[in-house]
């Protein structure tokens, strides 16, 4: 990557800040946009305005070499994620903030696939979202593809890698719902979908859409079988010893023979590509993060 390349992160959050922090290491000059002043972790510029509001972002310079697009709504709703993602790239992208032949990279969700039968996806296979989210981003991936730069879509699986993480949570406070075992899961780990990113930005001429996911997708009855095993070993509790019990009378092959949900998505664009998964796999990913929370 050449030295101080000027990169925009547009939107600023979990992955956002990483990547900041990553990417000042790689010698990039980094400005964030954001709805708050933030400093620390490699931004070396805040820039405060709102995507949404195109007369916000009047003291925004020009011609970054990179753009990375990845805001967060406020709301889980559609007007919400229409506004973020869709009208807000659009209005980024009417400010030319990026130079002629720069990069954009539009961190979209592997929910633009709307397959439900177990079967295996890549980024050739139809994109045909069942939800509003897969809609809305999808919408905004062809806004990203059609602006005439170097641009790359990634589509990242479930998002997972801090100490408070939800199924986590959910398992020691005994809320979690144990239907639809058969469901196929996907997901990759913060530190591999920043590192994912950064490798991205550092090839020349990067594809137009890559799936950040890790190597295995898993059952949902596997991984939920698995934590409930490593946290009633860390911290023991009547609710997980009932799931545990629970757990005693099935086996993967058995969830497999059920009508199977969900989608099984393959990451072998992103290793071709060179990039290497420091996690793997759900046991490799959540193995550091239950060491923390026993530390």
Known sequence: MAERQRV??????RLGRRLAKQLAQAGCHITALTRHEITGNGIHQ????????ANSMTALNHN???????????????????????????NLLERDTLRANGKLIFVSSTAVYGQDDGSWIDESSRTLPIAFNGQILLESEQLALAAGF???VVRLAGLYGNTDNYLIRQLTNGTLSTSNLQHWTNRIH???ATGLVTHLLMQTEPPAIVNGVDDQPALRF???????????????SAELKHLQTKFENLNPSQCEEI????????????????????YPDFRSGYAGILSSINN
């Open 46 to 53: 805040s820039v405060v305005g709102d995507l949404t509001l």
């Open 259 to 278: 009508q199977q949900s969900g989608k099984r998505i393959s990451n072998q664009r992103s290793r071709a590509l060179g990039y290497l998964y420091k």
């Open 222 to 236: 596997e991984v939920i079988a698995w934590l409930t095993d490593q946290l009633q070993r860390l911290s023991p």
């Open 64 to 90: 970054f070499d990179v753009v990375v697009y990845s805001p967060t709504p406020d709301k889980r709703e559609a007007e919400a994620y229409q506004q973020t993602f869709y009208h807000g790239l659009k």
């Open 190 to 192: 913060l530190q591999d």
């Open 150 to 152: 170097r641009t790359t």
């Open 8 to 13: 925009l992160l547009a939107g600023c959050g």
